[in-house]
Antibody
Framework: QVNLLQSRAALVKPGASVKLSCKAS????????IHWVKQSHGKSLEWIGN????????NYNEKFKGKATLTVDKSTNTAYVELSRLTSEDSATYYC????????WGQGTLVTVSS | DIQMTQTPSSMPASLGERVTISCRAS??????LNWYQQKPNGTITPLIY???NLQSGVPSRFSGSGSGTDYSLTISSLEPEDFAMYYC?????????FGAGTKLELK
């Protein structure tokens, strides 16, 4: 069965960076784009971007350019999003999802930015 | 960016009731529209893809319809587990965008 297992919650200091992971299993990793989505507390969902694990092609939401960097490691079937220069505005839950139809979602990773 | 206007923002309803949630796109999205359910613990469950296709394992009381700019999610007879947040998402053009959500509450 398809599963997207995300890394555990992170507490990070302002100005620092954090790299979140999403380990895929149960399907051929290179067959589907991985998308990343942000949800601030009590708010709706924002699409950060997506990455083609086969070609490495990346499409970012302009809003997140310079903030998020998407990568994959095909050897471990893992997708990553690195968030840089963190502020309180980056405190949120981050989800990975598979493909445009969004058929599978990770459980989410809570990032808290606090000194 | 395509704006997704989702209505209502909250909806009190009763068990067994039929409810409809609407989503209007700021431009045509060619049926590239998904629906999701989110529970208070954050778990997101995909319900519908490409306007009207039920995701695997989703009960048949959920259905989707629409075209052009107007789309809707209908639950034919509310069960206790259906009281949750619901979001629409367009994936016709980048960036993909979501509606603000509808909170389905027990009346």
């Amino acid at each position: 069965q398809v599963n997207l297992l995300q890394s555990r919650a992170a507490l990070v200091k302002p100005g620092a960076s954090v790299k979140l992971s999403c380990k895929a299993s149960g399907y051929t990793f290179t067959d589907y784009y991985i998308h990343w989505v942000k949800q601030s507390h009590g708010k709706s969902l924002e699409w950060i971007g997506n990455i083609n694990p086969n070609s490495g092609y990346i499409n970012y939401n302009e809003k997140f350019k310079g903030k998020a960097t998407l990568t994959v490691d095909k050897s471990t079937n893992t997708a990553y999003v690195e968030l840089s220069r963190l502020t309180s505005e980056d405190s949120a839950t981050y989800y990975c999802t598979r493909g445009s139809t969004g058929a599978y979602w990770g459980q989410g990773t809570l990032v808290t930015v606090s000194s | 960016d395509i704006q997704m206007t989702q209505t209502p923002s909250s909806m009190p309803a009763s068990l067994g009731e039929r409810v409809t949630i609407s989503c209007r796109a700021s431009q045509g999205i060619s049926n590239y529209l998904n629906w999701y359910q989110q529970k208070p613990n954050g778990t997101i469950t995909p319900l519908i893809y490409y306007t009207s296709n039920l995701q695997s394992g989703v009960p048949s009381r959920f259905s989707g319809s629409g075209s052009g700019t107007d789309y809707s999610l209908t639950i034919s007879s509310l069960e206790p587990e259906d009281f949750a947040m619901y979001y629409c998402q367009q994936y016709d053009s980048s960036p993909n965008t979501f509606g603000a959500g509808t909170k389905l509450e027990l009346k």
